[in-house]
């Protein structure tokens, strides 16, 4: 059997004093595709030709801010320590769910402020989100981050993967379980459906696309941080993001069968929304 490994560098290249690294790459890829391809989709349900686009240079920053603060928060007294790294998030140490949550909020700020129904800009969104993180997954594939506990190259090898990954999942000469790929592939899996049933028609009401997406990202994200070495721990009790899943979980639903029953949205999502406001 092969033992030899060749782990990716996860340096891309480098010019002068300046070092790229793949990490930053990929993420940056995905955040592309996602905003092109929510512009498109924004235009189609009548949000204006620039509005997803203009809605993202706030919302990008300030995400990335908030997934940086999320991860700091939780892992202070190293930070306080070494306040040096603080700005290092090349070195990663990002969290999904802070950038979603600053994202979250300034959606919500930007959406009232140019008076366009949040609902809807969510929806837009939520697919291709779903995607950028499912791509971006493979920045921390490229850092060696974000794996689960000890295997054996076998129990790679049983799993059908490609010899790069089996190699670049082999850290100091021990292997470990692939749980960025788990996630990506879990969120590729939830793109395809989300679209699916998007573009259904007469099935989901404007929310509903959004709250679809808190839902199935939130129930892989549950069982695959059980299996992360690299969590973060509020005590030694409980995971983070575990713990947030859950909630989000549980309350997606919550919010689903509340606004069905007692407060049902009229309009479905490909209905739209046009420029004056008013429902197609």
């Not at 990490?23 to 940056?28: A, C, F, Q, V």
Request: aromatic share 16%.
């Amino acid at each position: 059997m092969e033992t030899i490994v060749g782990t990716i560098d996860r340096v891309a290249f480098s010019f002068g004093p300046f070092t790229v690294y793949w990490y930053g790459i990929i993420i940056g890829a995905a955040m592309l595709l996602a905003i092109s391809l929510a512009s498109k989709e924004g235009t189609k349900r009548g949000l204006g030709e620039d509005t997803v686009t203009d809605m993202t240079m706030w919302a990008i920053p300030i995400g990335l801010i908030g997934a940086r603060i999320y991860y700091i928060l939780f892992e202070w007294q190293y930070y306080l320590q070494n306040p040096g790294e603080i700005v290092q998030i090349w070195n990663g140490g990002i969290a999904i769910y802070g950038g979603l949550i600053a994202g979250g909020f300034t959606v919500y700020w930007y959406t009232k402020k140019k008076r366009i129904p949040v609902a809807l800009m969510l929806d837009v969104l939520a697919p291709y989100v779903l995607l950028a993180q499912s791509i971006g997954r493979w920045g921390n594939f490229t850092n060696q981050e974000a794996h689960g506990g000890e295997v054996t190259r076998t129990f790679l090898e049983n799993l059908y993967l490609p010899k790069f990954v089996i190699d670049q999942m082999q850290i100091n000469g021990v292997y470990y379980q692939p749980t960025f790929l788990y996630e990506s592939l879990w969120s590729l899996l939830g793109f395809g459906v989300i679209i699916a049933l998007r573009n259904r028609k007469g099935l989901l009401r404007q929310g509903e696309v959004a709250l679809s997406y808190i839902i199935w990202y939130s129930a892989g994200r549950f069982f695959i941080e059980g299996l992360r070495t690299d969590s973060l721990w509020i005590g030694d009790f409980l995971r983070v993001s575990q713990g947030l899943s859950l909630l989000l979980f549980v309350g997606a639903i919550g919010i689903w069968i509340y606004r069905r029953r007692d407060y049902p949205p009229k309009t479905y999502y490909l209905e739209g929304w046009n420029l004056k406001g008013e429902r197609d």
